[in-house]
């Protein structure tokens, strides 16, 4: 008699996932251009800059180009965790496979929580590959400019893993709920890159923007780069910020789980 | 059962299941708005068999696998499924089941192995063992690392096929399987069949191919508007006519010596009723009629379930 199958994802389940996200050449290629592929592009047009006009162009390196690329990183990275999360949330069910895994007993809920590690593996794999990228250079390249310190290097990078994360999240659940990958992705892209920019720059609606994730993940930037990052005047404590975030992060989970496992197939 | 299995060779049988059946549904019934698709089922569906559960399209029968493997909730009713209740059961339920539900459908963009092995992941670790022989089985091994999106339509059949072996299942739930299949493919369906079940394995096969049921099955259930009007054997479905199609050297001294028995002429011969076929070819012979042809007439199912639908149809 075979046990009971359990509720948590298993090892097997989350490298599934990384082979279903891996295998879609269209998405992996993507991904990789708006992680890797754009550091390389920014740093390689830097040096360039500098090495034709070192008078007019600093250094490609040091903290203050640091700072742009972690910005960049962050807006390419969100749309790439979008891309990913949005896959990853609908695509057995677009393509029908999801009802041939609901088939063998596995719980619902266990189907689901697989994708959150096999989604942030593929997707934190290309973030790190692009961060090393960005910090190798900076440091590299710094020449005259203030090369970013260790402290700053790790913090940027710890700040990147969440910012992507979040939005790797918010496209799982709603995309599971949804049953749709196209929805999530306009509507997640939409925000991140149009809505939110002035959502938070209406100073009217005072701390009442810091509700939105954005705002929180933006006050957790590292104060390096914080200056490059900060949209509008927001003040809110560090406890509050992640408290945000977490309260977005498991109200997307939750959603897309319930979904998941109520769903007709 | 005429072609009943000899000893069960499948890994994982349930040897604590106290009931002889591997489906049992009471009473069950599954309502979309005002429309009734599944009215008030009772299905018991006996072990190591294989069963055919027919329907004119629309009778129900694809609700009714979905109830059964708990992809969507009963509106009323029992069921059980391998001795576990559903859906309280399912985990344990189905993992030893094995289910073609519609059409099998698969990742495109992987391979048939790879997306065997997604769905391997989500059962027991020694489903990943399985995949090679799940393959072969299927007559898929030499295609195995190409991508499905190259596969034919009777190829993806067979890979859903083969994925339906991957829990080693005591029960196979296939949902018209012969789709898209040439008629080599639906006679190597057929083996295949017959074999699970000579290994003791259960296969219930929905179907609105009445001849290729009738040849795989033992026994059938037909479905219409939701409800189960017939269950039985194919044996006790099908069977003698009570009728014998009689060709002679002259069919006009024939039908003269039969006298009332002869119910028609048809196109080469008559159509005589009997129950004893050779007590009309002895009563020929010695009047000095040849007899060219004596054939005991069969009920086909295809026959049986025109007269039972029509029947319902003629009714409401």
């Known amino acids: ?106 719980s619902r809920t266990a189907l689901f929580l697989a994708r959150v590690p096999g989604g942030l593996a593929v997707l934190l794999s290309c973030g790190a590959a692009a961060y090393a990228i960005a910090a190798t250079a900076s440091v590299v390249l710094a020449g005259s400019f203030a090369a970013p310190s260790t402290t700053d290097l790790v913090a940027g990078g710890f700040w990147l893993v969440l910012s992507v994360s979040v939005y790797f999240v918010l496209a799982l659940g709603l995309s599971s709920l949804a049953g749709s990958r196209t929805t999530p992705i306009v509507a997640l892209l939409a925000w991140r890159l149009a809505l939110m920019p002035i959502l938070l720059s209406m100073t009217f609606l005072g701390s009442g923007r810091n509700v939105a994730p954005d705002a929180a993940i933006q006050q957790l930037a590292p104060h390096a780069f914080a200056s490059e990052l900060q949209i509008g005047k927001l003040s809110m404590a560090t406890l509050a910020s992640a408290l945000v975030i977490l309260a977005w992060s498991a109200l997307a989970l939750v959603l897309g789980a319930w979904r998941t496992a109520t769903r007709d197939t | 059962m005429c072609r009943r299995a000899p000893a069960p060779s499948v890994e994982h049988m349930n040897t604590n299941r106290i009931s002889p059946h591997v489906v049992e549904a009471k009473g069950l019934t599954k309502r979309f708005g005002d429309r009734v698709a599944v009215d008030h089922v009772d299905l018991r569906i006996p072990a190591g068999s294989a069963f055919g559960y027919l329907g004119p399209n629309g009778a129900g029968k694809t609700t009714l696998i979905r109830m059964l493997l708990g992809l969507t909730p009963a509106t009323a009713g029992e069921m059980r499924l391998l001795g576990h209740p559903m859906p309280a059961g399912r985990a344990a339920a189905l993992a030893r089941v094995g289910a073609i539900v519609e059409e099998p459908r698969s990742h495109p963009f992987l391979t048939g192995r790879e997306n065997l092995e997604i769905v391997a992941a989500a059962r027991e670790p020694e489903a990943h063992r399985r995949i090679d022989g799940a393959l072969a089985r299927a007559g898929l091994t030499s295609r195995a690392d190409d991508r499905v999106k190259t596969y034919s339509l009777g190829m993806r059949q067979r890979l859903g096929v083969a994925r339906t072996l991957l829990g080693d299942p005591e029960l196979l739930i296939l949902d018209e399987p012969m789709n898209g299949l040439d008629p080599a493919g639906m006679e190597d369906m057929r083996i295949m069949i017959r074999g699970l079940v000579a290994e003791g394995r259960t296969v219930v096969l929905s179907s609105h191919l009445l001849d290729e049921v009738e040849k795989t099955c033992d026994e059938i259930a037909i479905v219409d508007r939701g409800r189960v009007v017939v269950q039985g054997s194919i044996d006790e479905l099908t069977g003698d006519a009570g009728t014998v199609l009689v060709a002679t050297s002259n069919d006009l001294r024939a039908r003269a010596l039969l006298d009332g028995r002869v119910l028609e002429s048809v196109e080469d011969g008559l159509r005589v009723r009997a129950a004893d076929a050779a007590a009309i070819n002895r009563r020929l012979v010695e009047a000095g009629i040849d007899v060219h042809r004596l054939e005991p007439e069969r009920v086909s199912l295809e026959r049986r379930f025109l007269e039972i639908t029509s029947r319902l149809e003629a009714a409401a």
């Open chain 1, 1 to 106: 008699m075979t046990a009971l199958a359990p509720a948590l994802p298993t090892p097997r389940l989350v490298r599934a996932e990384v082979l279903k996200l891996r295998k879609r050449r269209g998405l992996s290629v993507a991904v990789v251009l708006m992680t890797v592929g754009a550091t390389v592009v920014t740093y390689s047009i830097l040096a360039l800059l500098h090495g034709v006009n070192p008078a007019h162009h600093g250094p490609a390196g040091g903290s203050d180009n640091l700072s742009h690329v972690i910005w960049l990183l962050s807006a390419l990275g969100a749309a790439a965790a979008t891309l990913l999360g949005a896959t990853a949330g609908a695509g057995d069910l677009r393509a029908g496979v999801f009802r041939e895994l609901a088939v063998t007993g596995r």
